[in-house]
């Protein structure tokens, strides 16, 4: 619906304020929801921030404690042990909704782990190291969750911001312009009457 376009009556008037109503509702609901997106994903970057760090300081925990079992128990008995060890187990990748957008959420066995390999051939710098590699695991899928939303939030804020910007910066300003065109025509054609009607009773 173009500027002037519209026949100046007042049915289109009307159309044209009830259109403006919905357009200005629309854009408070539009910042509301990118409001709360943001908020969201701000969140879940400090969250993705703390992670990092997390299995930062872990990986250094690992490695020293492996670096430290190559040492003491020979790279070779390292190696043979490590293949011995437990694979990882299959996972599903879930969704859950963070305001209507669908987010990974990875769920897998947490069950506590079994040492398959047996302590007696190992020294602790060894069996520190694996499990600190099996808690980098976890945090590694919560990271994965974390920075998929963050992505998924970011791609919604965009998309809203648009949408948005469509209604701030061209619908709402087109529908007002609208209503002062048919106000000022439908105005000028009630002075017109008014003259016409006055000049017919003078007669």
């Given at each position: 619906m173009a500027v002037y376009k519209m026949t100046p009556t007042k049915a289109n008037l009307?159309?044209?304020k009830n259109s403006l109503q919905f357009s200005k509702k629309g854009y408070e609901l539009l910042?509301?929801?990118?409001?709360?997106?943001?908020?969201?994903?701000?969140?879940?970057i400090d969250k993705a921030n703390e992670?990092?760090?997390?299995?930062?300081?872990?990986?250094?925990?690992?490695y020293n404690g492996l670096k430290l079992a190559n040492i003491t128990m020979g790279a070779e008995a390292v190696e043979e042990i490590a293949l011995s060890i437990?694979?990882?187990?299959?996972?599903?990748?879930?969704?859950?909704s963070v305001m209507g957008i669908e987010t990974p959420y990875i769920k897998y066995d947490d069950t506590p782990f079994s040492t398959e390999y047996g302590f007696f051939r190992t020294n602790p710098a060894f069996d520190k190291a694996v499990l600190n590699f099996i808690?980098?695991?976890?945090?590694?899928y919560e990271l994965a969750e974390v920075e998929n939303s963050v992505y998924k939030?970011?791609?919604?804020?965009?998309?809203?911001?648009k949408r948005a910007n469509a209604l701030e910066?061209?619908?709402?300003?087109?529908?007002?312009?609208?209503?002062?065109?048919?106000?000022?025509v439908l105005e000028e054609k009630e002075r017109e009457d008014f003259f016409r009607l006055k000049k017919v009773k003078g007669k």
């Open positions: 009307i159309k044209a910042d509301r929801k990118r409001t709360v997106l943001i908020r969201e994903m701000m969140t879940l992670l990092e760090e997390k299995i930062d300081v872990k990986f250094k925990e690992a437990e694979k990882e187990e299959d996972f599903n990748i879930l969704f859950k808690d980098i695991r976890k945090i590694i939030l970011a791609m919604e804020i965009k998309k809203t911001q910066k061209i619908q709402i300003p087109k529908y007002a312009k609208t209503i002062k065109y048919i106000e000022e």
